[in-house]
């Protein structure tokens, strides 16, 4: 019995496939109108998940470990998608040409 209650939750909490697909729409119907625009966005979300994770790994190995601070991982791994992201806005406003 206790098996059964684990997969129900594992499947309602953690291994949600409706929510975990539903994660990636925003992004292409935001941009999906034009397959330019939507190539962009791709270039963008690959280019901020790759600076992202090395970002992360830095601070995680020399800042947090060290000192300690590992309960600060979520946040500080948030605010390092949101300076990138933001970063990455800025300069796409400043390349269109729309």
Request: charged share 0%; aromatic share 8%.
């Given at each position: 019995m206790n098996i059964y209650i684990l997969i129900l939750i594992s499947s309602i909490l953690v291994n949600n496939y409706l929510m975990s697909q539903f994660l990636g729409i925003c992004p292409f119907l935001g941009v999906s109108k034009d397959t330019s625009t939507a190539f962009g966005m791709?270039?963008?979300?690959?280019?901020?998940?790759?600076?992202?994770?090395?970002?992360a790994y830095i601070i995680q190995e020399f800042l947090l470990i060290p000192l300690n601070l590992e309960y600060l991982q979520t946040i500080a791994f948030i605010l390092v998608i949101a300076v990138l992201v933001q970063i990455v806005e800025m300069v796409l406003k400043k390349v269109s040409f729309s």
């Open positions: 791709g270039m963008a979300v690959t280019f901020v998940m790759a600076l992202a994770s090395l970002m």
